[in-house]
């Protein structure tokens, strides 16, 4: 099944076009990691992938429904429940501890904490950070900031999770620990993967490239 499916997508800041008539299938299972220039617009083809911006011209297909189809409410009941985003900074919210921001899906679904939190404990576990659950953020390591989105992130058992340069500002270590995480939630857990990256090194790690290239994307 095809997970994500952009259908000659166009998409317009005033005159300026930053998607031109892009197409790209992504099916289930697939981890593309998403490379170009910076300015080349390959944020905002998540966020149009993703449903939180609209396209101008074209369809997004996201598990099978068009976006452009779905009333608000149902955009956002998709986005929780089917995706998983994770951010290249900012995905924390200082004020609460690890184990907060990590619940914090969880409350405000007003979902059995009781019954998530043993999930997130293995999840956590896993990622190696539960022994953070009562840091904030900012006594935490890029690397495990970052970790701390993707468990949250992930809790919901996403079909896809999307990621804009998750590693983008971690040293060489700390980037290999989420890659190899990352690998694992798509050959374990099924969990379909689009990332974006600057590196090559990073690139190479999912089972696909593409290239962001004036407006269109081309395959490696
Ligand atoms: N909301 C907006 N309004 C106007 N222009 C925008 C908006 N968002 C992005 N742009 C412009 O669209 C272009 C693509 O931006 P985008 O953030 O998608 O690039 P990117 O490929 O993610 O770059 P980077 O690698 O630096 O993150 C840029 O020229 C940017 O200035
Ligand atoms: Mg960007």
Do not use: W
Request: proline share 2%.
């Amino acid at each position: 099944m095809s997970m994500i499916v952009a259908e000659n997508v166009t998409k317009r800041f005033g005159d300026y076009v930053v998607l031109d008539n892009l197409s790209l299938k992504i099916e289930e299972g697939e981890f593309v990691s998403i490379m170009g220039e910076s300015g080349s617009g390959k944020s905002t083809f998540l966020s149009v992938i993703s449903g939180a911006a609209k396209c101008d011209e074209g369809k997004v297909f996201l598990c099978g429904k068009d976006l452009s189809a779905l009333n608000e409410k149902e955009l956002a009941v998709m986005r929780r429940t089917e995706l998983g985003f994770v951010y290249q900074f900012f995905n924390l919210i200082p004020t609460l501890s690890v184990e907060e921001n990590v619940l914090l899906p969880i409350y405000l679904r007003k979902d059995n904490v009781k019954k998530q939190k043993e999930y997130m404990m293995e999840v956590m576990e896993r990622m190696r950070i539960s022994h953070l659950l009562n840091r904030y953020p900012d006594k935490l390591s890029g690397g495990e900031q970052q970790r701390v989105a993707i468990a949250r992130s992930v809790l919901y058992k996403p079909k896809v999770l999307m990621l804009d340069e998750p590693t983008g500002n971690l040293d060489s270590r700390a980037r290999e620990d989420i890659m190899d995480l990352l690998v694992e939630l798509n050959a374990k857990d099924k969990i379909t993967i689009v990332q974006v990256t600057h590196s090559m090194e990073t690139a190479v790690r999912g089972t696909r490239i593409v290239h962001m290239i004036d407006g269109r994307l081309e395959e490696e």
